[in-house]
Structure formats: C-alpha cells, structure tokens
C-alpha cells in the first residue's frame, strides 16, 4: 500500500484513503498516514511509544484504525467523529 515517488520518498494519505481503511491496519500503512520512516515507526511500536494503540500479534503489528483517526483528527462525511462513532 505505499505509493513512493520517484524520488523514493514516500507520500501520505489523503482524507478519503484514510477514511476507507478497515478495522486494523498494518504497521508500514499507520506509519505512511502519519509519516513516519518505517524504521522509526517498528522502533516506536517495538518500545511502546507508537502514538496510537498498536496491537502485537505474533510477530506482526496492527493499529487500530479508529485510533489512527482520533490521532489525525479525521471526521466522516456526515461531520461525526469517526474515531468516537468507533469507541
């Protein structure tokens, strides 16, 4: 899911991207949406200082999408917040 340029930096998300994530989301995916390097988003998550919930399942990473959200600040369409309409 990571869209480089060719520069070879990598780009965030827009809104509507965001919004059409599932539930949980991979490690590399948060780390784009808020831009973190991927070395510096597994060190965070690794030592537990990711900026959201990040779920530890087996060797892989899961964020919570809704704490992605609340984190971005990113409402719905409607002018909800999607991140508390999750809670």
Do not use: H
């Not at 948060?30 to 988003?41: D, E, P, Q, T, V």
């Not at 899961?62 to 309409?85: K, Q, Y």
């Amino acid at each position: 899911m990571r869209t480089d340029t060719p520069s070879g930096v990598v780009q965030g998300m827009g809104r509507a991207e965001l919004l059409a994530l599932p539930v949980a989301i991979d490690l590399d995916t948060a780390n784009r949406a808020i831009g973190l390097g991927r070395s510096k988003g597994y060190e965070l998550a690794s030592l537990g200082d990711y900026p959201c919930r990040v779920l530890r399942l087996g060797k892989k990473y899961r964020v919570i999408t809704a704490d992605l959200l609340r984190l971005l600040g990113i409402e719905d369409a409607a002018g909800g917040n999607v991140a508390a309409d999750a809670a």
